[in-house]
């Protein structure tokens, strides 16, 4: 498991570009055969990735301090690839491109299978804290609330669909769900763009062209720095960062936050005459 300690935002202004990208860039999520795992401190979320030629368990390792991954966490799971399974305490759940599933605290066994092992699944899991259990359930692009949002003249209209959060499957912590990028369109979260002080919020981007990139906006408002993205490749924001993005082709991208709350509209907005 890679560790990642917190950042302080005055020591973040002196970062090169490959310390940002050291510090904030997750990389090779999804190694065939293998489960890899990012923990950040950042409110202890773990970030990660299954791949699964056989069947793979996931383990609570050294690192966690418990008996199991789940004693004291919940976890969340999106399937960014083909077809594949996610067995809960013996119960398999079948998740299809975009399908999620949510898997409360308290659940021992966990286990990623593929449909097809020559063309493994690729499962992206987020995993906090929890405090509580809730059931463990699925849930489809099409059940999940959703929005259609910004404008053709921004060039950032995209749909948001809401998979985790009290609306809809809940979580004790946990709040995630996956936004699309229209055809035509570049940007998401800006303008405007927003922190969340009372939570930390990571982004996986996918569903990009494989000669696209995307250029992650980050930082305080008034001293932005960026990271250039490829597909399949995620981002950490610390609570004071914004978080916006801007690709060469549409994509869309996992958010997932824990922190204080789960009110999804609780943002900090900030206009872009404030960014630097």
Known sequence: MDMRQPANPRD?????????????????????????????????????????EKPLKLEAGKELGTEYFLERRE???INVGPPGSVQADGES??????????IGQ???DVVFSSRNPGDPSRFYLLSGPAHCSFPTRKVTME??????IGTPEQCNVRRLSKYIHPGGVKSANLVMGVTVIEPGS????????????????VYLYYGMKPDAILLHLMGEPEKTRHIVVRNEEAV??????????AGTSDYRFIWGMVGDNQAFTDMDVIQVDRLR
């Open 12 to 52: 973040f202004e002196s970062y090169t570009t490959e310390r940002i990208r050291e510090e904030f860039l997750v990389q090779n999520l999804f190694a065939a055969g293998s489960i890899n795992l990012t923990y950040s401190f950042i409110d202890r979320m773990i970030v990660g990735g299954a791949c699964p």
């Open 75 to 77: 976890l969340g799971v």
């Open 93 to 102: 759940f079948e998740l299809a491109v975009n399908d999620g599933l949510f």
């Open 106 to 108: 308290g659940v021992r």
């Open 143 to 148: 059940e999940a609330e959703s929005a259609l």
């Open 186 to 201: 570049v940007w998401n979260s800006l303008p405007p763009c927003h922190t969340h002080a009372r939570r930390m919020e």
């Open 236 to 245: 950490i924001s610390p609570s004071w960062s914004i978080h916006a993005g």
